[in-house]
């Protein structure tokens, strides 16, 4: 034994019943492992047997070596124990030797697989009735991680996070069964923010008297952003890239510009956002408002525009749209007449992958309509633009390519806080009715009850989730004709309802002046949310008017996708959300798009087609566009063929194009050839 052992850096004693587990270290290694029993002598407590463990047999030793180990030891640690009797019998055998020790705190858990492991009150990690260290505790999230399906690396780390600053393994574990702990799961808070600006007051405004009249009834100044504008040329006809947060009164921007050169006969306003959905909703709130200074419609496809079957009118003064239900009447030749403002909603949409391009090129198309029409009519001076966004990556970029003056105001008027939980899909509803009674339950410094927005990722869901509720909940969905929309609108008004639940589709429009969000999934649809779509959701959550503060809960499903073309899961997609930076607004082209867009403007345009092309946001190869488009028959010189119109006219893609040719020529059915490109759309 003592050629073996002739020096040991560390001996560590500890209790392990009736015996003392052994355990020897040289050089930050073990050397030795064993067990300690003692029998009790008159001269006290002395060592009886002494085994040496070595690949799981016990050994039996002379009780003097463990005496020649210790005293060979630089130091002596004794684990924290209860003393047998009232007496500690290790710490008198020791004395009995003259041989000094230093009790400390140690894992037990490390101490019964022979590992010393001290721990401090900085470092223990509290596991039901005792102490282990942080090795341990880890190793336990580990595992019970695993049982929940496993976590991405970047919630891990944030639970381990977590787990060292509470140093209690229950309350992180609880987390992982749909606990809420509000200390926890907040992820942080995004602080109020107000930017000093010299607001404007109502009466002062340049405007026709009637517009002027009604402001003036409403308001006695504007808020920021608005102020802003005015004083960035809005009243004198310059192009504006507005952008601020959501509830910052951005849309009021474009209504002053646009009703004001409408009553002016400086021509009517087209106001454009991307879904349907929205449109009847602006629609609806414009023929409210404005109605009885000039006749408002709608275009929202090629005819049909409304619930209550209203037919577009395009000698109105005011149409409400979507974008391709404008850039459908640019296709196919229809007259617009006299463009005075031009507002572009959700201008952040010129980055999707699928509706970017189309955004792109109706700009530049409408853009050559109206400069078109200025040409032939000497009374009219064009359109003015205004793009508006909550959400934009890279504003001066793109405020010089629309050739707009920038109007950014960041602003956040109450404070939000941001929490992540844990959650499968039948759980999420349960922990949602929770929260949703909590904040219905509660009221704020203002006298308003807590109300909720729910953001799911489809209508059956909006349902499902609606009916689980104890207090009134709503679905709130583009499937819901415009009087149940409205309804649901007033209950919420009127706080006769403690939540919402609502496709994410349908974020930018929602409306409704809620204290709580809530994300039951991060996806719209069978796409995971963008950085800039989860911050304008979020931005729902409080107002200054109602609400002390905004609060946002994601309830995060370990290792859950939606669809298998999703790439990630749904815990990766929640730290990257939260922690990630606002996405640069950049239209990106494709053979596909470039092919769809050039085809359009030269529908549109003709031989001015390229000079529409190079005005674009994006880079489009023309060239090779316009080579792709004779190759496969779509235009004949640089006029579309008969087939060329019908493919931009149904904004079909080169790939649905030849989709359709192909089933047309087997003799499909039609709808066997919508079944078919519906498969492969979910095949991509």
């Keep these: 034994m003592s050629k073996q052992v002739t020096r040991v850096d560390t001996l560590f004693l500890h209790q392990t019943g009736d015996d003392y587990l052994v355990v020897a270290r040289r050089d930050g290694k073990r050397v030795l492992r064993g067990k300690l029993e ?32 210790a005293r060979s030891a630089a130091r002596i640690r004794i684990s924290q124990q209860t003393p047998k009797d009232g007496r500690d019998e290790l710490k008198e055998m020791l004395d009995g030797y003259q041989l000094e020790a230093l009790t400390v705190r140690t894992c037990r858990r490390c101490a019964v697989n022979g590992r010393y492991s001290p721990i401090t009150d900085d470092t223990a990690i509290k596991a039901e009735h005792e102490h282990i260290c942080r090795d341990c505790a880890v190793q336990e999230l580990e595992g019970e991680l695993s049982f929940a399906g496993g976590l991405t690396q970047a919630a891990q780390e944030r639970l381990e996070e977590l787990l060292y600053e509470t140093g209690d393994l229950t309350r992180i574990t609880n987390l992982l069964q749909g606990e809420l702990d509000p200390d926890l799961t907040k992820f942080d808070t995004i602080s109020a923010t107000t930017e000093d600006v010299e607001l404007v007051e109502t009466s002062t405004l340049d405007l026709h008297p009637n517009l002027k009249s009604m402001l003036t009834e409403r308001f006695d100044t504007l808020l920021p952003v608005q102020s802003l504008a005015i004083d960035n040329g809005l009243l004198d006809g310059d192009d504006q890239l507005v952008v601020s947060a959501t509830a910052t009164g951005k849309t009021l921007v474009g209504e002053l510009a646009g009703i004001n050169r409408m009553l002016n006969d400086d021509g009517k306003m087209l106001f454009l956002v991307p879904l349907v959905a929205l449109a009847n909703q602006k629609h609806e709130d414009f023929k409210e408002r404005y109605g009885h200074l000039g006749k408002v419609t709608i275009r ?21 749209g979507t974008y391709e239900g404008i850039d459908h009447a640019l296709r196919t030749g229809k ?23 189309r955004l792109d090129g109706m700009i530049a198309r409408l853009k ?17 633009w205004i793009y508006l966004s909550a959400t934009v990556g890279n504003p001066k970029w793109l405020a010089q390519n629309l050739r707009a003056n920038l109007v950014e105001y960041e602003d956040r008027p109450v404070p939000i806080e941001r929490h992540v939980t844990f959650a499968d899909g039948q759980e999420k509803p349960r922990i949602e009715n929770r929260l949703v009674r909590q904040a219905f339950d509660s009221k704020s410094s203002k006298g308003y009850r807590g109300q909720t927005i729910i953001f799911t990722n489809s209508r059956r869901r909006c349902h499902e989730i609606a009916r689980k509720m104890d207090y009134n909940a709503a679905a709130y969905h583009a499937g819901l004709d415009y009087g149940q929309r409205k309804r649901v609108e007033r209950q919420f008004a009127n706080q006769d309802l403690a939540a919402v639940v609502t496709t994410a589709a349908l974020a930018a429009g929602v409306d409704f002046p809620a204290s709580q969000v809530i994300f039951d999934t991060l996806a719209m649809g069978i796409e995971w949310l963008s950085v800039q779509e989860f911050s304008q959701m979020l931005g729902r959550a409080g107002r200054p008017d109602y609400h002390d503060k905004g609060v946002v809960y994601l309830l995060v499903e370990p290792d859950a996708s939606y669809h298998n073309t999703m790439e990630m899961t749904e815990d990766e997609v929640a730290f990257k959300l939260l922690k990630g930076e606002m996405e640069e607004v950049r239209t990106v082209y494709d053979q596909s798009s470039a092919v769809e867009e050039t085809l359009a403007n030269i529908v549109v345009a003709g031989k001015k087609a390229k000079a529409l092309n190079s005005r674009m946001l994006g880079e489009v190869p023309t060239t090779h566009a316009v080579g792709k488009l004779l190759e496969w028959g779509f235009i004949d010189g ?23 040719l192909d089933g047309i020529r087997k003799g499909s059915s039609p709808y066997e050839i919508v079944a078919d490109l519906e498969l492969d759309e979910e095949g991509r």
């Design 38 to 69: 003692l029998k009790e002598t008159n001269a006290g407590p002395r060592p009886l047997r002494f085994l040496v463990t070595r690949k799981g047999d016990d050994s039996p030793r002379d009780p003097s070596q463990f005496v020649e180990l």
């Design 335 to 357: 007259d617009l007449g006299d463009i005075g403002t031009v507002v572009i909603d959700e201008v952040h949409t010129l980055k999707e992958e699928e509706r970017g391009h």
């Design 368 to 384: 050559h309509y109206c400069e078109a029409r200025a040409k032939r009519r000497e009374s009219y001076g064009g359109a003015q």
């Design 300 to 320: 929202v496809g090629a005819s049909r525009i409304n619930d209550d079957g209203n037919r577009f009118d395009p000698n109105a003064d005011v149409i409400v």
């Design 638 to 660: 640089l006029d579309p063929t008969p087939l060329g119109l019908a493919v931009t006219r149904q904004f079909l893609s080169p790939r649905e194009a030849f989709a359709i």
